[in-house]
């Protein structure tokens, strides 16, 4: 079975400071990955997604960059956070066959609760 | 642009009663999906619906799906507490392997003894 995991599940940073959150998958190959942030009120913002090693699509510009270094590895970076980064990040990945997988949801990780000083 | 719609917002029900939540997206989509949220959670797949007049049932919920007039509705019968949390409505309209959703605002759900 598959299974996906995001750490550090609680951060507390500076304003001005860099990011780094990972994020892995086991048990699958070629996933798509996924980076969401929710705000504070619950809506989920789409941020990147990524269909293979080194491609990334970016759905807002902003603040944030991600990164996928290895087949099952998705990293969100910034250089230096801003206050309006805080929110709860969430990783999620998704079969990319969609064929004999069409029934499947994308899956999410446990999120990380970000939270700028 | 995709919206998604999901109404009501705020759903405070009693226990026992039935209710039902809504969701409608602007653009053609033969993926529908729902999703719950705890409090301080992430996002747990309740159901994936495929094609117009798909139901499926996990439960006290009951899901389905008209493609035609892009709605969804999520019905609980019976509410018990542990129902309390939010849920999502997401709608994929990518085609292939390059697929992303599309999220309403999600239903606060708090279902009271």
């Known amino acids: 079975s598959q299974t996906i995991h995001q750490w550090p599940a609680t951060l507390v940073q500076p304003v001005g400071s860099p990011l780094s959150l990972e994020c892995t998958v086991e048990?699958?190959?070629?996933?798509?990955l996924y980076w969401y942030r929710q705000a504070a009120g619950r809506g989920l913002q789409l941020l990147f997604y990524?269909?293979?090693?080194?491609?990334i699509s970016s759905e807002v510009p902003q603040n944030l960059s991600a990164s996928r270094p290895q087949d099952r590895q998705f990293i969100l970076s910034s250089k230096k956070l801003l206050l309006s980064d805080s929110g709860f990040y969430l990783c999620?990945?998704?079969?990319?066959?969609?064929?004999?997988?069409?029934?499947?949801?994308?899956?999410f990780g446990d999120g990380t609760r970000l939270s700028i000083l | 642009e995709l919206k998604v719609e999901q109404n009501p917002l705020f759903l405070s029900m009693q226990e026992g009663k039935n209710y039902t939540i809504y969701c409608n997206y602007s653009?053609?989509?033969?993926?529908l999906y729902w999703y719950r949220q705890d409090p301080g959670k992430s996002l747990e797949s309740l159901f994936v619906?495929?094609?117009?007049?798909a139901v499926k049932q996990e439960g006290r919920l009951m899901a389905s799906l008209d493609t035609k007039a892009r709605l969804s509705t999520l019905h609980i019968t019976a509410a018990v507490h542990d129902l309390s949390a939010t849920y999502f409505c997401?709608?994929?309209?990518?085609?292939?392997?390059?697929?992303?959703?599309?999220f309403g605002k999600g239903t606060l759900l708090t279902v009271n003894p």
């Open positions: 048990g699958t190959s070629n996933p798509n």
């Open positions: 619906l495929l094609s117009n007049g």
């Open positions: 997401a709608v994929d309209i990518s085609g292939g392997s390059n697929y992303k959703l599309t």
């Open positions: 653009t053609t989509s033969d993926r």
């Open positions: 990524s269909v293979g090693i080194g491609q």
């Open positions: 999620a990945w998704s079969f990319r066959d969609r064929g004999p997988y069409s029934n499947q949801p994308q899956h």
